[in-house]
């Protein structure tokens, strides 16, 4: 069965940093393109970043450019996001979810996470 | 970025209706099109690709339909474990956009 879990999520100030991980099993991780989508308080649904299989081509949201980066480690089937210079309106759970394929190009993902929650708060 | 619009935002259906909801985007996305269901406190769940391509053990009352702009979610016989939140969803551009959701109740 395919599996993702995150963790990783908390309060932090503004400014601050955190990074998410997510935990996957049940596939081939390093077959599989990946992505981060997050969903503010009573919001909908945002696309904040994605990385390929394989060769690991990342993709970010301009909301989040320059300021999150997206890494994959295979060896240990893990999908991380890294966040530096929070923002109030980052506050947010996040989802990692799997894409069906190696690229994330005209792929939407199959199989969600169960969220980790960031609060960004002074 | 590719607009992507819900209609309605709610609706309140009885057990047994047939339901539908549209997306409309911003401009022709061919059918790079998915829906997602997501229950209260819940992650969301994948239930259509390629506008109408169910993913895998999701339920053949679900349907989708539509090509270039304009898409529809229909549930053929709606029961209590429907009650959710309908997001749709195009991947034909950069960046991946969703619609505002459609929020279904049961009467």
Do not use: H
């Not at chain 1, 990074?19 to 393109?33: I, K, N, P, V």
């Not at chain 1, 060769?55 to 480690?73: E, N």
């Not at chain 2, 339909?65 to 474990?81: H, M, N, V």
């Amino acid at each position: 069965e395919v599996q993702l879990l995150e963790s990783g999520g908390g309060l932090v100030q503004p400014g601050g940093s955190l990074r998410l991980s997510c935990a996957a099993s049940g596939f081939t991780f390093t077959s599989y393109a990946m992505t981060w989508v997050r969903q503010a308080p009573g919001k909908g649904l945002e696309w904040v970043s994605a990385i390929s299989g394989g060769d690991g081509i990342t993709y970010y949201a301009d909301s989040v450019k320059g300021r999150f980066t997206i890494s994959r480690d295979n060896s240990k089937n893990t999908l991380y996001l890294q966040m530096n210079s929070l923002r109030a309106e980052d506050t947010a759970v996040y989802y990692c979810a799997k894409y069906p394929y190696g690229s994330f190009y005209y792929y939407t993902m199959d199989v969600w996470g169960q969220g980790t929650t960031v609060t960004v708060s002074s | 970025d590719i607009q992507m619009t819900q209609s309605p935002s709610s609706l309140s259906a009885s057990v047994g209706d047939r339901v539908t909801i549209t997306c409309r985007a911003s401009q022709g996305i061919s059918n790079y099109l998915a829906w997602f269901q997501q229950k209260p406190g819940k992650a969301p769940k994948s239930l259509i690709y390629a506008a109408s391509s169910l993913q895998s053990g999701v339920p053949s009352k679900f349907s989708g339909s539509g090509s270039g702009t304009d898409f529809t979610l229909t549930i053929s016989s709606l029961q209590p474990e429907d009650s959710a939140t309908y997001y749709c969803q195009q991947y034909n551009s950069d960046p991946l956009t969703f619609g505002g959701g459609t929020k279904v109740e049961i009467k």
